[in-house]
Structure formats: C-alpha cells, structure tokens
C-alpha cells in the first residue's frame, strides 16, 4: 500500500541540481520533503505537489522525509538529451538516460572492447556507510595520485542524489568518478548493470581502486536470505569474472543490540559462505584479542577461512584521515567512537587495496 497526501511547500531548504530538501505544510502540519528534479522537476516555494508519504507513516528509515511524486502547479520541463535506456522501468516515474553501454555514449567503444579488469582491486562493501572508510583507507594507504571510482549498485536508495556522503567526497576531490548501475541513477555515468558498472569504473574513469555499495539504506528481514546485503556474493563472483582482484569489507559490530549482527553479520557470513563461488580476500581490522577470537570462530564455522583469504590489516589511518579532513560518519546511527570495528573493517579493506596496486 502506497500512501499520499496532499501539502504545499513552505520553504526551499536545500537545492541542487539533482535534489531539494523542502518544508511542507502537510495537513496543518510541518513536514520535511525529498524532491528529485530529475522526476518532478524544480520544486518552487508556493507550489502544491502529492506526497508519497509511506515510508514515515510505517517507521522505515527514510529520515522522517516524504518525497514528491509529482507538482500540480506546472508540468517539468526536460531538455532533450541522448539515450535509450530505461530506469526505473514499467513506473510511473521511468526515466531515460544515456547509458554507458548504448551505441549514442562516447564511451561505447571502450566497453565494447573491453577485455579484463587486469588485477584492478574493487572494495566490495554493503551498507552505504562503509563508502567513505573505505576511500579514507585507499587514500591514507596511497596518499596523492590515486584514482578512486564509486559504483552504486541498486539494492536500497535508485537516485544517487541522496547521498550527502557522495557529495562531500566528489567536493573534496576523493572520488575520480561514480557510475551508478542497474536501476540506481544519477550517477557520472548510468550502466545497465553490475558488471559494464565495473567496466566503466575501470575503462572511462580509469580507476586503480573501485569501490562498490548499495546507495543510502538496505533491506533486511531478520532471515539469511531476504536481504539485498548478498549482493556482496554476486558482486565478488563478477570481479573475479571479469578479472579484477575483489576485496571484501567484512560487516562487523559489537555494538549492535541484535545478536544476529554481533561480530561478523550473518549478512557477511552468508554472502561469502554460501553466494560467492570465486575466492575473495576478506580483510578484517585489528580488534582486541577477543572480539578477534569471535570473528575468527564465526568464519570458521561458515567455511569462509577455508574459501577465501582471510587478512589483517590496522584501518585506524583511515578513520584519522576522515577527522582530518572533517569529514563526519555513522552507521545505523553510530559513529566511529560508539562502533569502532565496523568503520576501522573499511578503512582495513581500503589500505589493503591500495597498498597493493
């Protein structure tokens, strides 16, 4: 069930190309709004506009905002651009774009051609708050004159827009490139899938170190199975396929209340024991002796030891190259401080890449 309501916006908080952050009176009521320009064109102050409300009616996390689904003040003017390719297909929000692969992109050629990934590290991660650790590590590990590409894939936030962590990495010059693949959109360039995702990292960006997470959010049900976290799995398996070096980031806490998340997530045990076919390395951060001893048990028992090459590598220069350049970062609501093994297992996965290019 999809619920509506009508509101009228109040003030324009925030606007960019891609996004705007909207107050809206909703029923008497003051409310946050996420509009994408993209879908509904530029939002005005004064403009009446449908809601999709659901997401804060049911509790999810959407960060208390509702989202216009369309202006009933003016139709969205689009200018005319190239492209084939549909997202978010058979909806009523489908969008064109000009996909990386299509004979009309310049870069055509170079996946056409295509024929390895040449050993190229790709950072495999799941939650969209492992993304900066990460690229912190690579950079805390490289120093200057690495290249970084980020691919979004489509297993929780579509528009890329969303992310402010994106944002601030492209400003400072942290990210040489995005690609977002599958139906995700918004990014440097847009691909079909997973694998022309990783292509055009490799080929248009010409990354040395590809990091790839699911956008903003992800979907769990509490079963090993019905979470779009095994993506992981398929992801290592299309790294090795087309030839490059994949490196996991292991989803660690010993903060989560819920046991099924306490040392390594059943998310990881499940995507490198049972959905990955091709060995990755699984690189684990330096903890106390023992939550290293129950990481380690939990591996075991999965057979993950036994099929991937298990390391350990110290991420805490990832972390202070993120204070250093005053860039702030949590997880489920948590910063480094209150879970310090997830973010250091990022910052771990990207000094390893890095330092071995």
């Known amino acids: 069930m999809i619920f509506w309501k009508k509101g009228r916006i109040s003030r324009v908080l925030r606007s960019e190309r891609d996004i705007q952050e909207l107050l809206v009176e909703c029923e008497g009521v003051p409310c946050r709004a996420w509009n994408y320009p993209l879908l509904t064109g530029e939002a005005r102050v004064g403009d ?29 003017h689009f200018p005319e651009e190239p492209g084939h390719i549909m997202k978010l297909r058979y909806t009523p929000c489908q969008l064109k774009v000009l996909s990386v692969e299509e004979e009309a992109s310049p870069h055509h050629g170079r996946i056409r051609d295509f024929s390895s990934l040449n050993g190229t590290p790709v950072i495999v991660g799941t939650l969209h708050s492992m993304l900066a650790p990460a690229v912190a590590g690579c950079l805390s590990e490289a120093k200057k004159g690495i290249r970084i590409a980020y691919v979004m894939t489509d297993g929780a936030a579509l528009p890329l827009a969303l992310s402010s962590t994106v944002r601030i990495l492209k400003r400072k ?28 990292a490799y080929t248009v960006f010409q990354a040395d170190v590809i990091v790839v997470t699911m956008g903003p959010g992800i979907v769990g049900t509490g079963t090993n ?9 398929e992801i290592v398996n299309a790294v090795s396929v087309l ?29 490198l024991g049972k959905v990955a076919l091709r060995q990755a390395v699984v690189v684990l951060p330096e903890m106390p002796a023992p939550q290293y001893e129950l990481v380690e048990e939990q591996l075991a028992l999965e057979g993950i030891l036994s ?31 209150e879970d310090p093994a997830f973010f250091l297992a990022a910052g771990a996965a990207g000094r390893f890449a890095a330092g071995n290019l």
């Open 173 to 200: 010059g942290m990210l040489a490139g995005t690609v977002t693949a599958g139906h995700a959109f918004g990014g440097d360039l847009e691909s079909v899938n997973i694998y022309s995702g990783l292509i055009a």
């Open 225 to 233: 199975w019905g979470t779009t976290a095994l993506e992981q799995g």
């Open 307 to 337: 099929r991937h090459r298990v390391i350990t590598v110290d991420g805490s220069p990832a972390l202070k190259l993120l204070e250093q350049e005053g860039i702030t970062v949590r997880s489920m609501g948590r910063t480094p401080a």
């Open 48 to 76: 009446e506009v449908y809601l999709n409300t659901t997401a804060v009616q049911l509790g999810l996390g959407s960060g208390g905002y509702h989202f216009v689904i369309a202006n009933l003040n003016r139709l969205p």
């Open 243 to 271: 030839g490059g070096q994949p490196v996991v980031i292991p989803r660690i806490s010993f903060a989560d209340p819920r046991p099924r998340h306490r040392g390594v997530s059943h998310h990881t045990l499940t995507a």
